[in-house]
């Protein structure tokens, strides 16, 4: 019932034809800025603002000859010449499906030919008109994120507010019920597609009627580079004449607009888009100009492009190349790219299960020899001693052919070099014995410095050994089984001591404690950093085999990319200058920025404090260790 009523009274909006004798009351403005911060310039696209949240636009434009007279396929004139137009647009989320849009224009000036020459007598074009206001309903009816394609149904109608006579609106109502299909292909590019019925009132004058049109459009959103992105579209409309009131049915080419525009685009995370363009009438019917130039901008708060490459699972796989899209993947390392999880699977039957078997395609042979790792051994020999692998006891080691249970495949012989005890097939450094410390002793290598604090074990200098191990270590270590703690307090005894640690030494990284911090926006080091930097200092002057640290500075999200990665080249630099003034070898440093590519934390989403805290995390630097030397060994 009470879709049947509304449908009554937008038929009742519209009244029957009516023949006018004035030129300008021809409504040519076919160019309006699209309502939607996911259309295109014209087009609207089937994405839908969430609920509550708005956009607000607007938008220059010029357009040279929209209206020209022709007789007998001569220009006679041009009835608008010059028009330059305002756009105003805002639109609002209503629900999950919905969106209401607004839309007013106005011509800031207009002007043509004098009508009398051309031999029309309809007095001047106003200078200065407003056109009618556009009232754009959204129906979101299938998600482009969840779907093949997306689909909204726009029940739009104008309100005849237009000033008399200005060429800048209807004589009445227009009802404009369209469809609009949509689709996201390749690299995050926007197909977008337009069709609809313009049911009007009915305008002549002379050979040109105005009456019901169907209107066509297509368009595409291409991103480039730096959230900059290419648009352009092509639209236009078709006149339907009524055949009771025109004998005449033939479609004229001047009741035929169709126009093409094209533009550049650029977005920006605040929620601000820029637009400008230019455009001309491909079929130079009623409205389409010789030339067409704009600019537009938009603003929608905490805007977010959807998801064009939806991933339900949230497993990092898009749901379009994802196998198994509602079950995560499980990230084993076998198979993680199909997105389907592993778990139990045992693809070759062998009883070890895929995630596991490093050779899940091929069953273990179950020989009693690496029987663990599901790969058929055969007759496999590692060692090349002649003795297969299977049968091997020392399948690693091979046997020395000495007559002496040469078959069980293990070396017999018992020659130690160094005499620690360690026969040399087993002995890591033969011709240094082991010092026998109890920290890996096995490995038949004398360890000079066995907590890897950079200090050395006291044997080193017991034996006169500090020029050899130089590279490795300093001093003695009072604590030779127990790290240092690099916190401030004693730090060259080589023991614990209580307190928290500044800075930590691990296989990858210098780990500090406490933030370096500069001025803001700038690569000025304050003065509260100097403390945390000469404890990144001692370590490196302790830790002589360490001849390579990159020094890594990070930005937020905050700001323009390439502003953001200047920043962190320049902050860098100023560490690395920090470091050669202390005494640190340039040689040993690269500095290097990373601008906001390696956020340490993700911000998306995130408001006000926790915002803050964030972006707080992601402004840092790092010290990686790109070349760690010789380590705790000679």
């Known amino acids: 019932m009470k879709k049947q009523l509304l449908l009554a009274l937008l038929i009742l909006m519209v009244p029957a034809l009516t023949h006018a004798q004035n030129v300008h009351d021809i409504n040519i403005m076919h160019f309006k800025m699209s309502s939607d911060p996911y259309g295109l310039i014209t087009q609207d696209s089937t994405y839908r603002l969430d609920h509550l949240k708005w956009y607000v636009g607007g938008m220059f434009s010029y357009a040279n000859d929209p209206l020209v007279l022709y007789v007998n396929g001569d220009k006679e004139g041009s009835i608008v010449k010059h028009q330059l137009l305002m756009d105003l647009t805002f639109s609002i989320g209503i629900w999950k499906y919905f969106q209401l849009g607004a839309h007013i224009q106005a011509a800031l000036y207009q002007a043509g030919d004098d009508s009398t020459d051309m031999g029309l007598s309809t007095g001047d074009l106003k200078a200065f008109a407003f056109s009618d206001v556009k009232l754009i309903p959204k129906v979101l009816i299938l998600d482009r994120t969840k779907h093949a394609v997306g689909l909204a149904f726009v029940p739009a109608f104008t309100l005849p507010t237009a000033s008399n006579r200005a060429n800048t609106g209807d004589p009445s109502a227009i009802f404009e019920p369209r469809i609009i299909v949509d689709k996201v292909v390749g690299k995050n590019i926007l197909i977008v597609a337009n069709a609809g019925y313009r049911l009007r009132k009915a305008t002549q004058v002379g050979d040109l009627m105005v009456d019901d049109e169907i209107f066509l459009s297509v368009g595409t959103e291409i991103p480039i580079k730096n959230r900059i992105s290419f648009v352009g579209e092509v639209y236009g409309s078709i006149g339907l004449k009524d055949s009771d009131t025109d004998s005449d049915s033939s479609i004229d080419k001047q009741e035929v607009p169709v126009e093409a525009v094209f533009g550049a685009r650029w977005r920006h995370k605040s929620g601000l888009i820029l637009?400008?363009?230019?455009?001309?009438?491909?079929?130079?019917?009623?409205?389409?100009?010789?030339?067409?130039?704009?600019?537009?901008?938009?603003?929608?708060?905490?805007?977010?492009?959807?998801?064009?490459?939806?991933?339900?699972?949230?497993?990092?796989?898009?749901?379009?190349?994802?196998?198994?899209?509602?079950?995560?993947?499980?990230?084993?390392?076998?198979?993680?790219?199909?997105?389907?999880?592993d778990g139990d699977k045992d693809t070759d039957k062998d009883g070890i299960v895929d995630m596991k078997d490093k050779c899940p395609k091929e069953p273990e042979d179950k020989n009693g020899f690496e029987d663990e790792d599901g790969c058929p051994d055969g007759a496999k020999d590692t060692d090349k001693d002649g003795i297969p692998d299977n049968k091997d006891k020392c399948p690693k080691d091979p046997e020395d052919k000495n007559g002496f249970e040469d078959e069980d495949g293990c070396p017999d012989g018992a020659k130690d070099t160094d005499k620690d005890g360690i026969p040399d097939y087993k002995d890591k450094c033969p011709t240094e014995p082991e010092d026998k410390d109890n920290f890996e002793d096995e490995d038949g290598c004398p360890d000079a410095d066995n907590d890897g604090d950079g200090f050395c074990d006291p044997w080193v200098a017991e034996k006169g050994l500090e020029k050899k191990y130089a590279s490795v270590c300093k001093g003695t270590d009072k604590c030779p089984n127990e790290k240092e703690t690099i916190n401030g307090v004693e730090d060259e005894d080589g023991c614990p001591d209580k307190g928290k640690e500044s800075a930590v030494i691990t296989k990858t990284s210098i780990v500090i404690m406490d933030k370096v911090y500069f001025d803001t926006a700038k690569a000025t080091l304050q003065r509260r950093s100097y403390k945390i930097l000469d404890v990144v200092i001692k370590v490196l002057k302790t830790h002589t085999h360490i001849s390579g640290i990159e020094i890594q500075g990070h930005t937020d999200d905050d700001g323009p990319d390439d502003e953001n990665q200047k920043l962190s080249e320049a902050r860098a630099n100023t560490v690395l200058k920090y470091f050669i003034k202390k005494g640190i070898d340039a040689k040993r440093l690269t500095a290097k920025g990373y601008g906001e590519a390696q956020p340490m934390e993700d911000c998306t989403g995130k408001k006000g404090r926790p915002l803050r805290k964030c972006r707080e995390k992601n402004r840092r630097v790092e010290f990686k260790i790109v070349n760690p030397g010789k380590g705790d060994k000679k």
């Open 275 to 341: 637009t400008g363009g230019f455009g001309s009438g491909l079929v130079g019917g009623y409205g389409a100009p010789r030339l067409r130039v704009f600019v537009a901008a938009g603003f929608a708060p905490d805007l977010e492009k959807p998801a064009e490459d939806p991933d339900r699972d949230k497993d990092g796989i898009p749901d379009k190349l994802d196998k198994c899209p509602d079950d995560p993947e499980d990230k084993n390392g076998f198979e993680d790219e199909d997105g389907c999880p």
